[in-house]
């Protein structure tokens, strides 16, 4: 079973490789919108590639608030199957 860590590492590298920064960027307190250029389309791949990634579907309306790293860790856990917990694919671009 994944921990909350390697959750956020998937998370960081998938919302890195959308935004094609350094996932170094991608961290508490960046905007990413502000400060990384996150539009409504690459929000909208973050979230597809989530989905892929972890097995979690998200409806696109909660992505209206989202704009730090810790707010899309939590967006994703909250909605993240429990029996998926252990089941993280690879990162879709890595």
């Not at 350094?22 to 973050?46: F, K, T």
């Not at 590639?49 to 972890?54: C, G, H, P, R, V």
């Not at 967006?75 to 252990?86: Q, T, V, Y």
Request: with cysteine; hydrophobic share 45%; aromatic share 2%.
């Amino acid at each position: 079973m994944e921990d909350a860590g390697a959750y956020r590492t998937r998370v960081r590298e998938i919302i890195a490789v959308e935004l094609q920064v350094q996932a170094e960027h991608v961290r508490s307190g960046v905007s990413l919108r502000r400060d990384l250029g996150m539009d409504s389309v690459a929000a909208l791949n973050i979230l597809f590639a989530a989905e892929e990634t972890l097995g979690v579907h998200i409806p696109e309306t909660e992505l209206e608030d989202v704009d730090d790293l810790d707010a899309v860790v939590m967006l994703i856990e909250r909605h993240l199957p429990r029996s998926a917990m252990g089941t993280i694919v690879a990162c879709p671009g890595s």
